[in-house]
């Protein structure tokens, strides 16, 4: 499955992006879903995750609160909306898809879960 990460962008604290994730693959509906980002100097690390049928999401403790994760299996895509930004939510931000489509919340927040990891946006909060 390819993924093709896009939205990101120059943004003020305070402000909002949303980040879209788009797959080709045919079973995406069949996926977990997951964000990870990257800042300059640092690990890659978990953002959000979402199941397959939606009805579980997971999220860092960083980002609850202001982060939303999102999916339309019709589109085949997956959404990040970035609220009430910070200078710290800087990073390239990057989709992954996991193919088992049944893994524990704990799992799903290590990227060695996910076969599958998109090329990224950058995301640029200024203070």
């Known amino acids: 499955v390819q993924l093709q990460a896009s939205g990101g962008g120059l943004v003020q604290a305070g402000g909002s992006l949303r980040l879209s994730c788009a797959s080709s693959?045919?079973?995406?509906?069949?996926?977990?879903m997951g964000w990870f980002r990257q800042a300059p100097g640092k690990e890659r690390e978990f953002v959000a995750a979402?199941?397959?049928?939606?009805?579980?999401?997971y999220y860092a403790d960083s980002v609850k609160g202001r982060f939303t994760i999102s999916r339309d299996n019709a589109k085949n895509t997956v959404y990040l909306q970035l609220n009430s930004l910070k200078p710290e939510d800087t990073a390239i931000y990057y989709c992954?898809?996991?193919?088992?489509?049944?893994?524990?919340?704990?799992?799903?927040?290590?990227?060695?879960?996910?076969?599958?990891w998109g090329q990224g946006t950058q995301v640029t909060v200024s203070s």
């Open positions: 992954a898809a996991d193919r088992i489509t049944f893994r524990s919340g704990s799992d799903l927040q290590r990227s060695s879960s996910y076969d599958n």
């Open positions: 979402i199941i397959w049928s939606a009805s579980r999401t």
């Open positions: 693959g045919r079973t995406f509906s069949m996926y977990s």
